[in-house]
């Protein structure tokens, strides 16, 4: 199984961003982002997890009990808001789209390359709109939706396209959205896992501790009892 989110390739762009470029990502709803850990991600545990993703009721079985990841989660974890628009990725692009589409990709490319967008956001003098329009395709491309693809898809420019409206949308709903349909698809013989992976790592791995701890206070309470 092939994982393909990288908190890594996001959190060393973070380091590059100069502090008015930080305080505008803020004002789009994405500060909390900026203070997100490199996470190891551990593939035979994710893939534990995914043997135990159960997609007809969109949940994973921990201990015979069906635990949802919902984005309410998201929000508790990653700090991006759990309600708000709902504005889904577009099939195809009107003109809006193609004007920023043919902006931010690469020169002699077809595709919104992550690595172009990268090169960009370093290079940015100022956090201007095209700055937070490839920040969040960034994001999209690399800890949000990512794919084995080395490109965001141009559908998300839907997203993006009014830069005041982006602090307004339901991300958490996009991004858990995104992971439960590459769940969905790895049940139905997708080799790779797709999505927010450090996210369902991130989720199980509280849901232990929590089971954990309540095994350690039934025992603490039967000892004083």
């Keep these: 199984m092939t994982i393909v989110c990288s908190t890594r390739r996001f959190c060393t762009l973070v380091k590059h961003l100069s502090q008015d470029k ?78 920023y589409y043919f902006i931010y990709k690469e020169k002699q490319g077809m595709n919104i390359s992550l690595h172009h967008l990268e090169e960009q956001l370093i290079k940015a003098k100022n956090a201007d709109e095209h700055f937070i329009r490839r920040f969040v395709l960034f994001t999209i491309g690399f800890l949000l939706c990512p794919t084995t693809k080395a490109f965001v898809s141009s559908h998300y420019l839907a997203l993006v396209k009014d830069i005041e409206q982006i602090r307004h949308i339901n991300w958490a709903k996009v991004t858990r959205d995104f992971l439960i349909k590459s769940l969905n698809a790895l049940k139905t013989g997708q080799r790779s896992l797709e999505g927010n992976v450090a996210l369902l790592q991130v989720c199980y791995e509280l849901i232990l501790v929590s089971i954990i701890y309540a095994i350690i206070l039934v025992s603490i309470t039967y000892a004083i009892l």
């Design 22 to 99: 930080k305080d505008e990502i803020e004002r789009i709803g994405f500060g909390s982002l900026l203070s997100l850990p490199d996470i190891t991600l551990e593939r035979k545990l994710i893939g534990q997890i995914a043997d135990r993703y159960d997609p007809n009721i969109e949940s994973v079985i921990i201990q015979g009990t069906a635990v949802p990841i919902t984005p309410w989660d998201v929000q508790c974890i990653m700090g991006l808001r759990a309600d708000g628009l709902i504005i889904e990725p577009k099939p195809h692009m009107d003109d809006d789209d193609y004007k």
